[in-house]
């Protein structure tokens, strides 16, 4: 017994192009990852307003300083943030402004 598709060939067809898969869909996968824990948005939105050392972010949201740099360095390798030194003191920031509007449109969807 064949199942009957209700959709039409065209319908299938793009679909079947537009869903990600492969890689792309492990990158979407991967990006949205980085919202699941509540520590790296903190985090993320305390970059979002000014770079900031591992010392200043601990303090500013009581957060081990251990973990701190635990998570920046997860972030720092998925590319999200990046680092620059200056003297002895290592500042960061988020590389661009997409995580901050993606957060911002989660804080918009559930209407807060």
Do not use: W
Request: hydrophobic letters at 45%; a neutral charge; charged letters at 25%.
């Amino acid at each position: 017994m064949q199942d009957t598709m209700l959709l039409d060939r065209r319908t299938k067809e793009i679909v079947r192009e537009y869903v990600p898969n492969g890689d792309v869909l492990d990158g979407i996968v991967c990006f949205f990852s980085i919202f699941a824990d509540p520590t790296r948005v903190r985090m993320l939105s305390a970059l979002a307003i000014s770079e900031m050392c591992v010392t200043d972010l601990s303090r500013v949201l009581d957060i081990n300083q251990t973990t701190v740099s635990h998570q920046l360095r997860l972030l720092k390798n998925l590319g999200i943030v990046k680092s620059e030194r200056q003297g002895k003191i290592i500042f960061y920031s988020l590389v661009n402004d997409t995580v901050n509007d993606v957060m911002l449109k989660g804080v918009e969807f559930l209407g807060f």
